[in-house]
């Protein structure tokens, strides 16, 4: 099945800071999603993005689909962005997604 | 907003006994999904369903069954728990939409510790 790499596993930032989470994928997909986990385990979806470029508020998300990756931009961070950031992916005729093991982040104030 | 409610937030079975996780979702969603999450592996597809009584095995189905007798709630179901089933459990569901996105929501998780 499909591969999907995460980098990198942890971050650290200061209050204030900008990052860029990265996501590989080891195939062509016809569906990215990238979600948020609380450190209260809930999650929640913040882009839909097979392909293109989308913005949400300090969230950014831009999909090369032609070279395999996806890109979670996060400015100006807060602590409340702490948690764990998923990508996950549906390839070819599967019809669930495929999770990578996420990017574990953690906004000092 | 779509809700997806999973019945039990903490559960401490034992060895040997019979588990029962319940999902319900309010949206009349045709897809549901129950995952499992450890450290390090990311979320990991134990079954899915895409109808009523219907139902497809994941990545990781030994060990586990499902229901689906109404097209709102998606039980799991550990015939036999073991230590190697603590984990956190995550219900999840999606319609296909006008994209055909299937974008998931989350319920809040059930974390099972079989001891």
């Known amino acids: 099945g499909i591969q999907v790499e995460q980098s990198p596993p942890d971050l650290i930032l200061q209050e204030g800071a900008n990052s860029t989470l990265r996501c590989n994928f080891s195939?062509?997909?016809?569906?990215l999603q990238w979600f948020h986990q609380n450190p209260w385990g809930q999650l929640i979806n913040l882009f839909y993005i097979p392909s293109g470029t989308k913005q949400n508020g300090r969230l950014s998300a831009t999909t090369v689909a032609t070279e395999r990756y996806s890109l979670l931009y996060i400015s100006s961070s807060q602590t409340t962005d702490s948690g764990v950031y998923f990508c996950?992916?549906?390839?070819?005729?599967?019809?669930?997604?495929?999770f990578g093991s996420g990017t574990q982040l953690t906004v000092l104030p | 907003d779509v809700k997806v409610t999973q019945s039990s937030r903490y559960l401490v079975k034992r060895t040997g006994e019979k588990v029962f996780l319940e999902c319900v979702q309010d949206m009349d969603h045709e897809n549901m999904f129950w995952y499992r999450q450890d450290p390090g592996l990311g979320l990991r597809l134990i079954y899915f369903s895409y109808d009523v009584k219907m139902k497809e095995k994941g990545d990781i189905p030994e060990g586990y069954s499902v229901s689906r007798e109404k097209k709102e709630r998606f039980s799991l179901i550990l015939e036999s728990a073991s230590t190697n089933q603590t984990s956190m459990y995550l219900c999840a569901s999606s319609s296909p939409g006008t994209l055909g996105a299937n974008v998931l929501t989350f319920g809040a998780g059930s974390r099972l510790t079989v001891l």
């Open positions: 996950a992916v549906v390839s070819g005729s599967a019809r669930q997604l495929t």
């Open positions: 195939d062509s997909v016809n569906n």
